[in-house]
């Protein structure tokens, strides 16, 4: 075969038209190597999307910090030690995620499984915290409708805990994906989305834990 | 006969920090720099926060958002691998552009709203002028 015959179907090796080629054992592994790599820059481009999301609530309740409207203030209705447990629950799920990621690399399953196990208790702990918080606001009678305040702050928060639920409900179609399929080339893509999508989390309660409630109780 | 194309390694997807070799005991150490780190910038971050006479008051706002762009950088780093290397430099871009916009929202609304805040009829003017 001359050079000008054979298609070139690849250029930006996006992993596509693998089947044109004959198939090596090289290539195959090339293949797999910048499909993952394409896979993963487009969710890290979706994250981003989210962070930007996300920085226009931030916006509004930094706006809305001071109309409370008669009604409370953040330094009269945050429990600074239960913000603290959040973050350490939050940030501890954070590492047992990575630890799972390398667990599902070397296809163990013991830790794999184990420590996405763990993650899972430790977001659940991490809800239950929020949301007794949140009830426990309402039934004083400070719920979103008080001040626009705290609507921003319900708004914010709580967009964030819809995205911790949605991202444990994740957590779990890997857990039965991983048992039911095994540690499949793409299987493990969707594994790397999901921690990518989870540590992204962690980082917006960094941004959360200090522009809420951090400076909330110190101003 | 064309030779099966090879392709340079130059690029990571982010979150992975080892494209073809696995070793655990890097990764693990990796996860754990960035667990410490972590661990003592929010610490630092809740003392500042909770005790007040540690340092000049209004400082203590500011000192609060070093230290979390600081941590956020370290969660970066150490839990998602966005490292500054050449394989890394498409996700470093699109990290960029997103900076600028949550930048351009936040310091733009904050600007924005305290100006009109402050050019705005104080509510007593508001009702004498409807008279």
């Known amino acids: 075969m001359s050079s000008t015959t054979v298609p070139h179907g690849d250029p930006y090796h996006l992993g596509l038209f693998a089947g044109d080629h004959s198939p090596t054992a090289e290539h195959g592994v090339h293949d797999l190597l910048s499909k993952r790599i394409v896979t993963g820059y487009g969710f890290w481009i979706f994250l981003l999307s ?8 931030f916006a509004s309740f930094a706006v809305l910090r001071d109309a409370t409207a008669g009604g409370p203030s953040g330094d009269q209705i945050f429990d600074i030690t239960d913000t603290a447990l959040e973050t350490a629950l939050l940030l501890l799920s954070s590492f047992t995620c ?4 390398i667990g599902a690399q070397l296809k163990r399953d013991t830790w794999y499984f184990g420590a996405m196990a763990l993650t899972f208790l430790l977001g659940v702990g991490f809800l239950l915290l ?19 305040f705290l609507s921003s702050f319900f708004t914010l928060v709580g967009c964030h805990g819809i995205h911790v639920t949605l991202g444990l409900l994740w957590l779990l179609t890997m857990m039965a994906q991983v048992w039911a399929k095994g540690y499949r080339p793409d299987i493990m893509r969707r594994l790397l989305c999901f921690s990518l999508f989870w540590h992204t989390l962690d980082i917006i309660w960094v941004a959360l834990f200090t522009v809420v409630y951090l400076i909330g109780v110190a101003t | 006969m064309i030779e099966p ?3 340079p390694d130059t690029d990571t997807a982010p979150g992975d920090p080892h494209a073809d070799s696995i070793n655990p ?3 693990l150490i990796s996860y754990g720099v960035g667990l410490g780190f972590a661990v003592l910038l929010t610490v630092v971050a809740f003392i500042l926060a909770t005790t007040t006479h540690l340092v000049w008051q209004p400082s203590i706002p500011v000192a609060l958002c070093v230290l979390a762009v600081g941590q956020m950088a370290i969660h970066l780093i150490f839990f998602l691998h966005i490292t500054s290397g050449p394989d890394n430099f498409n996700n470093v871009m ?3 552009f997103g900076v600028i916009i949550v930048f351009l929202l936040i310091v733009g609304s904050l600007y924005i709203m305290s100006n009109m805040n402050q050019n705005m009829m104080p509510m007593a003017g508001m009702l004498q002028s409807q008279q």
């Open chain 1, 130 to 148: 929020e949301s007794r918080e949140f009830a426990g606001l309402v039934s004083q009678g400070y719920g979103p409708t008080r001040s626009a």
């Open chain 1, 98 to 101: 990575g630890v799972a990621f």
């Open chain 2, 94 to 96: 699109a990290l960029a």
């Open chain 2, 5 to 7: 194309q090879t392709i």
């Open chain 1, 50 to 57: 989210d962070i930007v999301m996300f920085s226009a609530f």
């Open chain 2, 25 to 27: 005991a890097a990764g």
